[in-house]
């Protein structure tokens, strides 16, 4: 071997270098000048309302909640509380479906969460579906058994779906947890009215308005029940007490219409249509 291959091998090593730098401006040697690619920057994330303002939308009415609410629970699906004031919004407007939906994606993400549980259910029973209200109002159950609220629901979810034993039982349940609650007494008389015995309904609902936390609901029950029996005068009473003038007239009109001999003309409207809230 020549002493020139010799330091050609030995240099070999040394060489690599110059090799890679030489490559890695082929642009420069072309005579082309390199690109640089440009990054399209990521949209911003949305901003979540501050408390102040979640407060403030709390306290507009149902169209102005479900506007308001459903912007933040498009843009963080994991927003427990955005999901649930939308669904009491969207049920307030009379979209009780669209309310236990809203209710379920609420439970992908907090399968747990007994406050979804209770508003998937009400939707479903508020949209003549209880038999869907079951199934969560039982795990609800579990959750919290010293809760009257979801034994109550449960309660009315059994007497929709024709299951008037245990809707009794889910009844005096609630009751024994939480005794004079008006708004378990209220669907304790319904049933009693729904089953043809206005009598013990009237009973119980003197009761149940009398009690703290007697809502607007319970008044205008009795308005029905006291209507239904020809007391007309003290239904009339109740009605304009809660309602506008225009609903209390339809509402009373109903009630009278409901007296008149079988084979009448009826209202086609049921009382739940009539009734304001």
Do not use: C
Request: proline letters at 7%.
């Amino acid at each position: 071997m020549t002493r020139l291959a010799v330091l050609l091998l030995a240099g070999g090593l040394l060489a690599l270098p110059v090799l890679a730098a030489e490559d890695a401006k082929p642009a420069e040697k072309s005579g082309l000048k390199s690109v640089k690619l440009v990054e399209t920057p990521a949209p911003p994330k949305p901003v979540k309302a501050t408390r102040a303002e979640r407060e403030a939308a709390m306290r507009l009415d149902p169209l102005g909640r479900a506007a308001f609410f459903n912007r933040e629970f498009v843009n963080d699906p994991t927003d427990i509380e955005a999901g649930l004031v939308l669904s009491e919004a969207q049920r307030a407007l009379g979209n009780p479906k669209e309310a236990a939906d809203t209710a379920h994606r609420v439970l992908l993400f907090a399968p747990q969460n007994y406050e979804a549980l209770l508003a998937a259910a009400r939707g479903h029973i508020a949209n003549n579906d209880a038999f869907y209200a079951i199934d969560p109002l039982q795990t609800a159950t579990t959750l919290k058994p010293n809760d009257w609220r979801a034994w109550s629901l449960l309660g009315v979810a059994y007497d929709q779906t024709k299951r008037s034993e245990e809707a009794l039982s889910m009844w005096d349940k609630a009751l024994s947890l939480s005794p004079d609650n008006p708004a378990v007494l209220t669907n304790q008389a319904m049933y009693k009215a729904g089953n043809g015995d206005l009598a013990q309904a009237e009973t119980i609902l003197r009761r149940a308005v009398t009690l703290p936390g007697a809502t607007i609901q319970v008044r205008q029950n009795l308005a029905l029940v006291l209507g239904m029996q020809g007391k007309l005068a003290e239904a009339e009473k109740l009605l304009r007490q809660d309602l506008p003038p225009d609903v209390a007239d339809k509402n009373l009109a109903w009630l009278q219409a409901s007296l008149k001999p079988a084979g009448s003309a009826t209202p086609a409207r049921d009382w739940n249509s009539l009734k304001g809230g």
